[in-house]
């Protein structure tokens, strides 16, 4: 029969440690030797190895590996021996390749099984985890709901006190310290906003704090909009608005953190965007309108700066700048480029104040309309604020014949598409009712789609770095035949 022995083969004196060997011998009937060696893989010095079995600090791993070799190799020769053939050392390390083969393999089976069944497990405990916050935070928002109720029964029922503790508390209370906070860095309407929010957080509860905001209570609030017949894209603003300050005062008032639950999922309907066409820029600056004084200001004897107001509106629609840009020396930021025939152009070189985080720079061509607006300006326009500029633009321009035109907008009132009518005369709004600010850079760029500008052209020019973004300011602008851009090339034009 065979027998099975563990060596270490002497390879090389001059090292300590040398190979260790499982052997099988086996004396076959017709006299021949058979004799098939694995190797372990593992070096040790020969004096650790004492009859058959390793001793030393490695002993244990060592001599279960040496143990499951032999196994395998003994019931290799075993296998190999009833088929009644010639046993050879071929055949025997065959068989011996198959079976580590199938233990392999085998083990690879359980411990997939063995992941299968913790990953089971794991998403048992998550989802279990998941669950019992899920309730916790039912359970903390139905107790704010019935505390929040208990605060409007007070005011009901005129509980003074109770009212006097929680003033410090409610949300239109942090409304006005962000204000405060943010007085010089707010815009005039961005803080009128702010203080229509506030009276619809009143109209849904004089008592509401801010600790008991919560998802639930964010969607009560949308829902007490759309009862209100306010717009969704005026939902969306206010809903935004009211988790900004939520945010903002999160950490100093350990707030928790259920709001962040809601989103705003109510549908918003995409307009067109309001630009000024080739015939209205023409008519705007051909118009004239008679000097008109200050009604809440008899004693003011300047009379209101018309020109002014159509110099900075047509510099933006010559530029595509932002109003917050223009007030700049101008005369520091042009720059001349010389072509190879030697003919000249100026650009103005800047990096506008919402790019330069990014450091994106726009380059835009100075053309003759332009050049005209800044030499009469000597190259820094004075500064005016944004919402006396609307206000004296769409002044200056609500008798000219052009800028009666009907806007159709719509929005929706909660799933109800409904028209977009003006607040006061309950009817659509003409063109120069809704002129601003902006009107001008969407113009330039509507005008420079229908001229034949590429988008990246376009898009050095405005110092947009997404499409998306960009394509906020188009209308359905196609290229036309009269190339509106052309307008600015003419230095007769005047204004």
């Not at 004096?47 to 390793?54: A, F, N, T």
């Not at 420079?448 to 020019?461: F, K, L, N, R």
Request: net charge positive.
């Amino acid at each position: 029969m065979a027998t099975v022995s563990t060596l270490v083969r002497v390879k090389n004196k001059k090292k300590a440690e040398n190979p260790l060997w499982v052997i099988l011998r086996h004396k076959n009937s017709d006299g021949t030797r058979l004799e098939v060696a694995i190797s372990t893989g593992e070096n040790i010095d020969p004096s650790e190895l004492k009859r058959g079995k390793v001793v030393g600090d490695k002993s244990i791993a060592l001599n279960e590996l040496v143990t499951t070799i032999s196994g395998e190799l003994y019931k290799a020769f075993e296998i190999v021996l009833k088929r009644g053939e010639a046993v050879t050392a071929a055949l025997v390390r065959t068989e011996y390749d198959r079976i580590v083969a199938d233990r392999l393999l085998e083990e690879k089976r359980r411990l997939f099984f063995r992941k299968s069944d913790e990953y089971a497990k794991n998403q048992k405990i998550y989802n279990t985890k998941k669950y019992l916050r899920r309730i916790d935070e039912e359970i903390q928002e139905r107790l704010q709901w019935k505390e929040n109720n208990q605060r409007r029964l007070d005011e009901l029922e005129g509980n003074i006190s109770t009212l006097e503790s929680t003033k410090k508390d409610l949300l239109v209370t942090y409304f006005q310290r962000f204000l405060d906070e943010k007085r010089n860095n707010l815009k005039r309407n961005s803080s009128a906003g702010y203080v229509s929010i506030m009276k619809m957080v009143e109209g849904y509860s004089k008592t509401l704090r801010i600790q008991d905001v919560n998802r639930t209570i964010m969607y009560e609030l949308e829902d007490y909009m759309i009862q209100k017949k306010l717009s969704n894209t005026s939902i969306e603003n206010y809903t935004s608005k009211i988790k900004g300050i939520l945010n903002y005062f999160v950490d100093e008032l350990n707030l928790g953190t259920s709001y962040k639950g809601y989103t705003f999922k109510l549908p918003i309907y995409a307009n067109d965007v309001v630009y000024l066409s080739l015939e209205q820029l023409q008519d705007f600056w051909k118009y004239e309108k008679a000097m008109k004084s200050y009604e809440k200001q008899p004693n003011r004897t300047t009379p209101k700066g018309y020109q002014r107001v159509k110099d900075l509106f047509m510099f933006m629609c010559g530029t595509s700048l932002r109003f917050v840009d223009i007030f700049v020396n101008f005369r520091e930021l042009i720059q001349v480029d010389t072509d190879r025939h030697g003919n000249t152009t100026e650009y103005i070189v800047m990096t506008p104040q919402k790019t330069q985080k990014k450091q994106i720079r726009v380059k835009i061509p100075v053309t003759p309309l332009v050049k005209s607006i800044l030499v009469r300006n000597d190259y820094q326009f004075k500064p005016m604020r944004d919402d006396y500029f609307r206000d004296l633009l769409r002044e200056f321009c609500e008798d000219i014949p052009s800028f009666q035109q009907e806007v159709t907008w719509f929005d929706f009132q909660g799933q109800e598409k409904v028209p977009y009518l003006d607040p006061k005369t309950r009817r659509k709004p003409l063109v120069w009712q809704e002129l601003g600010s902006h009107t001008g850079r969407r113009t330039w760029i509507n005008m420079a789609i229908q001229s034949g500008y590429t988008i990246p052209e376009v898009m050095g020019v405005t110092g947009h770095t997404e499409m998306n973004t960009l394509a906020l300011y188009f209308s359905k602008a196609k290229v036309t035949r009269d190339k509106p851009l052309n307008f600015f090339n003419n230095v007769e034009q005047k204004g």
